[in-house]
Each structure stands twice: as C-alpha cells, then as structure tokens.
C-alpha cells in the first residue's frame, strides 16, 4: 500500500535518484527491502549514502567498515549505488547542494524511515536551511512501526512547524521491521540473526565487529 502527497514524476524527462542516507550500522534486510520498493514506486536508482558520524549515536562502527558492508550488500543490485558523504553527517545547507551538484537536472528523493520521521518532528525544525531540505527533495517514508494515520498525523506538524508544503510518499508493502540497534547484541553473542546478508554476516565476522575486539569510531 502506498500514500502519497504528491505526485513521484514532475520533472519531465528527468532522472529520479533515492538518497537513503544512515549508519548501516550494520545494514539489513529491512533497509534493502525499503531502498527496492522505493524503487518500484518509481526511480530510477536508490544511492546509499553512509554518514561518517550520525547526529545522536555514539560508538558506531568505523566509516570503513560500514562503508565495505553497504558495498557488499548491494554490489549485485544494478541500480543501487554508494555515496561516502565528506561532511560529518546529512546536512541540508551542506549535503543537498553536494546531491544537486553531483545528480545534476535529477529529481531528488530522501528515504527516511518512520522512526527518523519522529525525530525530525521533534528535532529538524531547528537544523539550518530546513526548507532548503523540503524544496529540493521529495520525502519517501517507510512504514515500519507505525500505521499511515500516525504517520500523516506526524507529517502535518512537520508542516505546521517549518510552515512549509513538500511532497512525500509513504510505503508500507509489508516490509520488515529490522533494527540495527537489535541485531547488534545478537552479533556479539556470536550468533548469526535473520535479516543481515549471508555475505555482509561473513564480513562482519571475518572482522570481529561487534565482538569485544570491535573497531568502532
């Protein structure tokens, strides 16, 4: 199921790129399976773009191995690709200009899923040149945790509070509910969860991540 608050193509001729912007820390099945019905609503290429020191986490994997797993998890993915952002982290007035600079005459689209959602509710509203961010790029929001009202509910004070219109997209096809911030304790107990690629799970072990001898930044 699908709702949307505006149309996906609008700029004719136009190419259609997905900015997925996290830690993947590590990536799963869960950002796969949203970064791919992203797809079918309607891009033309979903990039991965893993931010260097994500605000609000602490202790996360180094930006090398994060980067190598999100390479490995979509290297058999044609229309996947991976960015590594030079700047700290996501940023409007700093990483929008960069995505315009390097999709030029592209049709931008930001992946967020709900729980970033709720966060940018209660946090973006003082991050500078926020309405830089709602004009140059169009919302695609996953509906993991919560059902579509919560998530419109949530959207129109995202509204109220920049005072600003954007378009957006929900998708909720049943994706699965994966966390990173779950799967990790599972890693360092040794054990092998559902919902990490068999060829990511071989590096993350390989390198002793998540284990006591970890390398996080």
């Known amino acids: 199921m699908r709702s ?10 136009a190419s259609h790129i997905g900015i997925y912007a996290g830690s993947f820390d590590p ?19 979903v990039m991965f773009l893993v931010e260097p020191r994500p605000r609000r986490k602490q ?3 180094a930006l090398e191995h994060r980067l190598a797993m999100v390479q490995i998890a979509v290297a058999d993915e044609p229309k996947f690709g991976v960015i590594e952002l030079k700047q700290a982290r996501f940023t409007p007035h ?4 960069t995505l315009r600079q390097l999709f030029k005459g592209a049709e931008l689209y930001l992946l967020i899923g709900d729980d970033v959602l709720n966060h940018m509710v ?9 309405d830089y961010l709602m004009e140059n790029m169009v919302f695609i929001i996953a509906a993991r945790e919560h059902q579509i009202p919560e998530i419109e509910s949530s959207l129109q004070i995202l509204k109220k509070t920049t005072t600003k219109d954007f378009r957006y997209q929900i998708i909720s096809d049943n994706l699965p509910n994966f966390s990173s911030k779950q799967l990790r ?15 990511v799970l071989e590096y993350i072990k390989q390198n002793k991540l998540y284990s006591s001898e970890d390398n996080i930044s």
């Open 94 to 97: 700093e990483t929008v200009p």
């Open 185 to 199: 304790p599972e890693l360092r107990r040794g054990n092998s969860p559902a919902g990490i690629p068999s060829k």
């Open 4 to 13: 949307s608050g505006g149309a996906m193509r609008n700029s004719e001729g």
């Open 122 to 130: 209660n946090y973006i509203a003082g991050w500078p040149n926020i």
């Open 27 to 45: 990536i799963h099945e869960g950002h796969l399976a949203f970064a791919k019905a992203a797809m079918e609503s309607g891009l033309d290429k």
């Open 59 to 61: 202790g996360v994997r």
